[in-house]
């Protein structure tokens, strides 16, 4: 089917958001590298945290299965983040190549203008920035909480198991450890003595020539690998010795109990309804700004997601011979500089140095208004994007004014 029956194939007219074939084809256009986008950014994000957890962790002796615990809970974070670039990303991608391919000549002379492109791309923002306030006002509370309450139980029991060489370690209940010498990098080791008093008076010996500590992911408990040693018990009565020589042993070690994990109760980990709740009757200790700040800042994120086709239909149309890379270099440095920006105003909220107003919704309305006008500039002239359009301008103006500066110059002088 050519350009000019796609825009035109569509039966259905009931209005500019209908399912028509022209509309099914735009979002084609658009989700193929909107997906990639979002993948691609989403695994940058989490492998570099992966990096710094299992640095953390499994060199330590934690288990694998607790790092993918820990990422898991990372991704509502992380799309947060990635979806307004992907979105932007999918957008300019699908409109450069709408351009390029000479397919945006095609839907004008069949009377398609950009704003009726931009339709199907806006009820897909609509649709995204929706995902975005579930992920923001919801998803990403809980898992945020989940996340800090993992990390803390994790790290409370790697400080458990770090038993040092020569030194007498009791921290496993009422085992009492020693070891002669720790290698591979505190997996193994040489030379194990464990000495126990039951409640009942037995006194339990342990040793062995090796072992090797594992974490048992369900509890975060430590299940102790023995090699090769002997195991004394000496009843309270002082009766007969019992001696068990064995090849292997697994010693279960219930971990000395760390405090609980404080509740949910920061600004970050408190769902949308329950920091309305606490913008009205203040129940937990934190400060009303910071409450105003994290409303203001998921809002604001929210509803910028909104606005990102319209910017990358802007910044995405490009002549046949025209400069693309100009667009798509200033697409990406302005969503980085709104991205950081917003985190700078942020926290200077939440130092209650600043209202939100002035530091999150000014940036979030240069950004819409930006956008806007850039929609404008290339709607009038949709051959090109806007930086390209604005770049064009200025080269004329700098070229007519040295043509007028020459000119002067070759102006006879008075006699």
Same mark, same amino acid.
């Given at each position: ?104 000549? $095609?839907?004008?002379?069949? $009377? ?8 199907? &791309? ?16 919801? &998803? ?9 309450? &993992? ?97 292997? &042993?697994? =010693? ?22 329950? =920091? ?13 700004? %910071? ?60 130092? $209650? ?43 004329? %103006? ?18």
């Amino acid at each position: 089917m050519t350009v000019t029956g796609i825009a035109t194939g569509g039966k259905d007219r009931r209005g500019p958001l209908s399912a028509t074939v022209f509309d099914r084809y735009v979002l084609a256009r658009t989700l193929m590298p909107l997906s990639a986008a979002l993948l691609i950014a989403l695994l940058a994000l989490l492998l570099e945290r992966m990096v710094r957890i299992m640095d953390m962790l499994v060199n330590q002796g934690g288990p694998i299965v607790l790092v993918l615990k820990l990422l898991a809970n990372l991704v509502p974070h992380y799309l947060g983040v990635a979806l307004p670039l992907a979105l932007f990303l999918g957008v300019m991608i699908a409109a450069t190549r709408l351009s390029a391919d000479g397919e945006l000549d $095609g839907l004008q002379s069949s $009377g398609i203008s950009l704003n009726r492109l931009l339709w199907p &791309l806006l009820g897909l923002s609509f649709m995204l920035s929706l995902a975005m306030f579930a992920t923001t006002g919801w &998803l990403q509370p809980h898992t945020r909480y989940q996340y800090r309450a &993992l990390l803390y139980v994790a790290t409370s029991s790697m400080v458990d198991l770090a038993i040092e060489k020569g030194a007498t370690f009791n921290r496993f209940g009422d085992y009492t450890i020693v070891v002669d010498d720790i290698v591979d990098r505190g997996l193994t080791l040489k030379g194990v003595f464990i000495h126990k008093v039951t409640p009942e008076g037995v006194v339990e010996i342990m040793t062995a020539q090796s072992g090797t500590a594992a974490r048992v992911p369900e509890d975060f408990s430590v299940l102790l690998k023995l090699r090769d040693g002997r195991r004394l018990d000496t009843p309270a009565d002082a009766g007969r010795l019992s001696v068990l020589s064995f090849d292997r &042993l697994d =010693l279960p070690l219930e971990l000395t109990g760390a405090a609980a994990f404080r509740p949910r109760n920061a600004e970050r980990e408190l769902t949308l309804p329950e =920091l309305f709740g606490q913008a009205r009757e203040r129940t937990l200790d934190v400060k009303p700004y %910071r409450i105003r700040t994290e409303i203001h800042a998921r809002l604001v994120r929210t509803i910028s997601t909104f606005f990102m086709p319209i910017l990358g239909l802007a910044l995405g149309l490009a002549a046949p011979r025209g400069q693309r890379v100009a667009g798509v270099a200033f697409g990406i440095a302005l969503i980085a500089i709104f991205h950081y920006g917003l985190n700078f105003g942020e926290k200077a909220a939440d130092l $209650g140095k600043v209202s939100p107003i002035v530091s999150l919704w000014l940036p979030f309305l240069g950004m819409a208004g930006l956008a806007v006008w850039a929609f404008r500039v290339v709607a009038e002239s949709p051959r090109d994007n806007a930086i390209s359009i604005m770049l064009g301008a200025i080269d004329r %103006r700098r070229r007519d004014a040295m043509a007028a500066l020459r000119a002067l110059g070759r102006r006879p002088g008075r006699a």
